[in-house]
């Protein structure tokens, strides 16, 4: 699960990164305006949640794994394949 804002380029180069590296595995992706009640609720919900104050907030199997640079880190070393892969078996 992704939460992502309109107009974040960090937000659409790991939405890229899933869709063209990893499109075997389902991606959920919430896009938020931010203009909402709703909509600023979570951001601060997510920040209590994760302590990072930026988008996209990445999670594989409910885990917290971090942002942009975050999941390309992984997604390099290799790290990410593996998450998903475990991911999708305990799911599946």
Same mark, same amino acid.
């Given at each position: 699960?992704?939460?992502?804002?309109i107009? $974040?380029? #960090?937000?659409? +180069?790991?939405?890229h990164?899933?869709?063209?590296?990893?499109?075997?595995? #389902?991606?959920? !992706?919430?896009? *938020?305006? @931010?203009?909402?009640?709703?909509? +600023?609720?979570? /951001?601060?919900?997510? *920040?209590k949640?994760?302590? /990072?104050?930026?988008? #996209?907030?990445?999670?594989? $199997?409910? /885990? !917290?794994? @971090?942002?942009s640079?975050?999941? !390309?880190?992984?997604?390099?070393?290799?790290?990410? +394949? /593996?998450? *998903?892969?475990?991911c999708?078996?305990?799911? @599946?």
């Open positions: 699960m992704m939460y992502t804002l107009q $974040c380029v #960090p937000c659409q +180069r790991a939405k990164l899933l869709a063209t590296t990893y499109g075997d595995v #389902p991606s959920h !992706f919430l896009e *938020l305006v @931010g203009d909402e009640d709703w909509q +600023r609720q979570l /951001q601060v919900d997510l *920040l949640v994760t302590r /990072q104050a930026t988008f #996209p907030y990445v999670f594989v $199997c409910g /885990q !917290f794994v @971090g942002g640079s975050d999941l !390309f880190n992984m997604h390099h070393s290799g790290q990410l +394949r /593996q998450v *998903l892969n475990n999708m078996s305990r799911s @599946g």
